[in-house]
């Protein structure tokens, strides 16, 4: 089975503080892992995956085979980060994302 | 390009009831996914749609359904309406001939069972 486990609901950081929003994973093979994000009235949007290993709007992640964890971070945040962030998973050969439960980061100005 | 369009947007129905949620892709996307959203579990699987074939259903009993057109057009049905069944529905259309991905999410259809 496979699972993803995001242990915060809420983050709540100071403007220009460093983020780091954790998600851990279970699965068995060679997972794919993304970062999806839903901005407050906007639908919900892919915001990185793993195997790209580029920066979106200054947000990193690496997958940590040995952790079985791909935490999201970001060196300074910004208002507009503010917004739900979810971690998810695709098994090898699956057709389906499994998702974790959320964090709702907040960045306060 | 237009996005992924979900109708109707909201709904009440009562329990015992059924209804029928319509999702259409992105033009050229011919995987189509559905995810039920709850407060308490979250975003689930229900069940991925390509080129007519379901190809994956996740861990939901047979009163939820679905089917996929020709033209790449969803429809999922839940019979007989419970108290739980209070979601929000999503459906995601594709590229990606792996069915999942970068998911490309509607607005969703708010379900109210009373």
């Known amino acids: 089975a496979q699972r993803v486990t995001q242990p915060e609901k809420l983050l709540s950081v100071f403007k220009g503080a460093p983020v780091e929003l954790k998600c851990n994973y279970s699965y068995s093979g060679s997972p794919e892992l993304f970062w999806y994000v839903q901005y407050s009235r906007q639908r919900l949007q892919l915001l990185l995956r793993h195997i790209s290993r580029e920066s979106i709007k200054g947000f990193t992640a690496d997958l940590n085979k040995g952790e079985t964890s791909f935490h999201l971070k970001k060196p300074f945040a910004q208002e507009e980060d503010s917004a739900m962030y979810y971690c998810?998973?695709?098994?090898?050969?699956?057709?389906?994302?499994?998702f974790g439960k959320g964090t709702k980061l907040s960045v306060i100005p | 390009k237009a996005g992924v369009t979900q109708t109707p947007r909201y709904l009440i129905k009562t329990r015992g009831q059924q209804v029928t949620l319509s999702c259409s892709p992105i033009s050229g996307h011919r995987s189509v996914s559905w995810y039920q959203q709850t407060p308490g579990q979250g975003l689930q699987f229900l069940f991925e749609?390509?080129?007519?074939?379901?190809?994956n259903k996740g861990n939901f009993p047979g009163r939820f359904s679905g089917r996929q057109f020709s033209n790449s057009r969803s429809e999922m049905n839940v019979s007989t309406l419970e108290l739980g069944d209070s979601a929000l529905y999503l459906c995601a259309s594709s590229a990606s001939t792996g069915g999942a991905g970068e998911l490309f999410f509607g607005e969703g259809s708010r379900l109210t069972v009373l």
């Open positions: 998810a998973l695709k098994g090898a050969g699956s057709y389906q994302l499994t």
């Open positions: 749609y390509f080129s007519e074939t379901q190809r």
